[in-house]
């Protein structure tokens, strides 16, 4: 009996110093300011409190949420995005750009999924010294950018500030159950491609992109495609966050990558706001795909740039940073 409660008493000090080290480091972690934790620490902590229910399908995590749908076979896909004066644009820039923008973000991330977009919600927050005709363009431009999706505005929210103008869009839409495609589904040996050309988007080209939509939905038709990412925040932040999904490595080729004229190996890396698709399939596929492709989108280059593997490995010493928010 001795031997037994020594025991015990043994596991009851393990238990409270793990119990007491993990309260330690919840708390430090807690304390840390954002520009310590960066973006993707953050939303980890965040999302470990908020448990998916079980329709979900896809939830926090991957560019869009996929959701049971209770009618038909198809998932009613769900993604909100936002535009920050300051952080995703100058106030002297062309207010049709920035709703056009806008309503853009949220779409390229439909793309990823390659998810079929049918209504937005806008929520608008202003000062009250902003001026009428500045909200008018913006409508504008959020409804030319709807317009060429075929996505109904269907409502909203205005509200007032002090500080920076935000749009906020919400899109809802749907994919059907053989086509959604998530981050979490790549395999050791798959070839990784990028769609268009990188870098540079500082230039002005993150106000007019086109969301590669079309080109998604011909991918999920004709090929299997087995995971895929918006380059939203850049080669170096969103091919991790693809590979850790997968619970996969990369092997990437930094000569390969198509760069936009004046645009450098570090630009395409790190400047974000491309939005171009970054996915992964089968080597057996790849030399039909890029034949296919250039038949069918002759102007847009399509670019083999390295593979998944088990292990991560870079064949050159740049490093791999993309944009982080709050850094």
């Avoid at 560019?63 to 004066?85: I, M």
């Avoid at 923008?101 to 977009?117: C, E, G, H, I, Q």
Wanted: aromatic share 8%; with cysteine.
């Amino acid at each position: 009996m001795e031997r037994f409660h020594s025991r015990l008493d043994d596991d009851a000090r393990t238990f409270q110093f793990r119990v007491a080290h993990l309260t330690c480091i919840s708390r430090t972690l807690f304390a840390m300011k954002l520009r310590e934790l960066g973006e993707d620490r953050l939303l980890a902590q965040l999302l470990s409190h908020l448990p998916p229910g079980r329709s979900v399908f896809a939830g926090p995590g991957d560019d869009c949420a996929l959701v049971e749908n209770s009618v038909g076979r198809n998932f009613l896909v769900l993604k909100t995005d936002c535009v920050v004066e300051g952080v995703h644009f100058l106030n002297q820039a062309n207010a049709l750009d920035v709703g056009w923008k806008a309503m853009m973000r949220p779409l390229s991330d439909f793309a990823a999924t390659s998810a079929v977009p049918q209504f937005a919600l806008i929520t608008l927050i202003v000062s009250k010294q902003t001026k009428s005709d500045w909200v008018k363009k913006i409508y504008r431009g959020l409804s030319r950018a709807a317009a060429r999706f075929h996505v109904s505005i269907v409502g909203g929210e205005t509200s007032g500030t002090r500080g920076p103008a935000v749009i906020s869009v919400s899109v809802a839409g749907f994919v059907e159950r053989g086509r959604c495609v998530l981050r979490s589904g790549g395999k050791a040996g798959d070839d990784l491609f990028v769609s268009g050309r990188l870098g540079g988007a500082n230039r002005g080209r993150h106000l007019r992109f086109v969301p590669r939509i079309e080109e998604s939905r011909w991918l999920t038709k004709n090929f299997s495609i087995h995971a895929m990412i918006d380059l939203s925040d850049g080669l170096g932040a969103d091919l991790p966050r693809l590979a850790r999904a997968s619970t996969v490595g990369f092997k990437i080729d930094m000569e390969s990558l198509p760069l936009n004229r004046a645009a450098t190996i570090d630009n395409a890396i790190s400047d974000g706001e491309d939005y171009e698709l970054l996915f992964a399939l089968s080597p057996r596929d790849s030399d039909r795909l890029q034949m296919r492709w250039r038949r069918k989108f002759p102007k847009l280059p399509l670019t083999r740039i390295g593979c998944l593997s088990p292990q991560s490995a870079i064949r050159n010493p740049q490093s791999l940073r993309g944009y982080v928010h709050f850094k």
